[in-house]
């Protein structure tokens, strides 16, 4: 089942697999400056990450292809309609500041297929309008 990480008091990454208690150890003591901004943390045992459990946080995170892929996997079955719906909205903010490529929103979608939450049907059709109105050429 997912397992939940906490580092430091504020951060909840949710993440599926059996991360190594050592290294779950090691983040659970750490009680320092977070540093940069773009930090760099890595789960390798886990089969996939949710950066911002509950969708507690207020920050941005950005995952590479392959985890994003792992991720929009199981998202329906693993992350809370309030996760799956900070989700879209940090997705679609990253590809926004340049970020992230558009390609990411589209692994993503294809993890909400079967999606039956209003808010997050909602969400995503908010930014697929928003690609029809300023980034499709109509070609009529």
Do not use: C, M
């Not at 949710?14 to 773009?38: F, M, T, V, Y």
């Not at 809370?80 to 992230?100: D, H, Y």
């Not at 929103?105 to 930014?127: M, N, P, Q, Y």
Request: a negative charge.
């Amino acid at each position: 089942g997912p397992e939940d990480l906490i580092i430091g008091d504020l951060e909840l990454i949710r993440s599926g697999g059996d991360p190594p208690d050592e290294e779950l150890e090691r983040a659970q003591g750490e009680q320092q400056d977070p540093g940069p901004l773009d930090q760099l943390v890595s789960i390798p045992a886990a089969r996939w990450v949710y950066p911002n459990g509950n969708a507690a946080g207020f920050y941005r995170f950005a995952l590479d292809d392959s985890a994003l892929a792992a991720l929009a996997e199981v998202a329906h079955a693993v992350l809370e309609p309030q996760e799956r719906l900070a989700l879209v909205g940090n997705q679609w903010a990253l590809i926004k500041a340049g970020k992230a490529p558009i390609g990411q929103f589209f692994t993503l979608l294809e993890g909400f297929r079967v999606e039956t939450d209003r808010a997050v049907l909602s969400a995503i059709t908010e930014r697929l309008s928003w690609l029809e109105t300023h980034v499709l050429r109509d070609e009529a």
